[in-house]
């Protein structure tokens, strides 16, 4: 019933429909991405099979209270739409194509939307969610049968699907995740943000890519993946996060593309694969200075989506994560778009506001 509600709501500040056709497809991302499993199985380690922590999945209180308030402010309006016509993932009327899907947890992510929706949408869907997950959660380690998601959604062609909302109740962290997306007018994509208005991904301080979408791949994703992974459009300038030489261009270009390796001036390597080219002059040998334009990153290699991998590794060759190489911040929603981004979470608050849509069949 409070879904009806939100649905009302949103139906009434609602503008036009954007329809879309029936022969949606997706992209992978990365090789290194597509090649991994979509789903993230249910944590086997030794509280798998002992008792619920510390409590029933109510004692789990909302972090948002906003679907409260709405059960508390809204009189039972006249239902004026069948329940029925909006089921899981179907296109909201007059939501620009927002789609919702929630859903209790059985084993994985990837399990509990393919419940709920086509494989070809549930698939490339999970994988986008998971790479907000993944800054809450260890989610192979963390999530727990009953634990409930919920993702607000819209679908465009020859493009994954794009979150706008997703809400995760952890049991194991005893508390409500959420994020929202939003695009302050000076970004040039839109991001996810916790209702604080802060980014849900943390940013490097001298990063050697400034434009990218989201990263696609961490070292602690639990994919084993050597690098961090950038989905940034073909072009994008990428420059040195630190002082130091160039060592080698072009090895193993079957499978890194064009490459670069830079030899920091503290001994670390710094590696960035699949790029479309290099700045002029950048060949073995030469000296760079941090923030210096070495490249423009690509999709070349074995890549199968226009991303940045960048890659750290020590002296002897050990895998190095970058995130602990930088200084690291979230950056805000500038003032000035506060309300904005307020009225975002409002709305997306309301339309993940209930029980599942579809009821769990087990
Ligand atoms: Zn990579």
Known sequence: MRFLIALLLVLAVGTGVVAYGPGISFRGES??????SAEIPVGEDDEQGSPPPAGSPEAFAYEESGREKIEEQSPEPKPTIEPAAVQAGEEIPGTDGLRVVTGTIR????????????????NPLSQVVSRVLVWWMEPSRDLRPGDEIGVVFSLHDGEEPRVHAVSMKSQRHGRTFSAYRFQPAEERFGRMYTSDA???????????????E?????????????????????????????DGRVVRRNWSTRFNGNCIDIRADNGKHILFLHLESFAEGMVPGRRVE??????????TGRSTAPHLHYE????????LDPFDLHETYRKEVPESEKAAFEATVEKMRMLLGEKPVVADAG
């Open 107 to 122: 084993r994985t992510v990837n399990h509990t939307l393919a419940d709920k929706l086509e494989r070809e949408v549930a």
């Open 31 to 36: 090789t290194e991405v597509s090649r991994e």
């Open 214 to 242: 989201q990263i696609t791949s961490l070292l602690w994703d639990g994919r084993g993946h050597n690098g961090i992974d950038f989905k940034t459009p073909v072009g994008t300038e990428v420059y040195a996060p630190f």
């Open 198 to 212: 802060k980014e849900v991904e943390k940013r490097m301080v001298g990063s050697p890519i400034k434009e990218y």
């Open 290 to 299: 941090r923030g210096e334009l070495i490249a423009l990153s690509g999709n």
């Open 312 to 319: 750290a590794r020590s002296p002897s060759g050990r895998i």
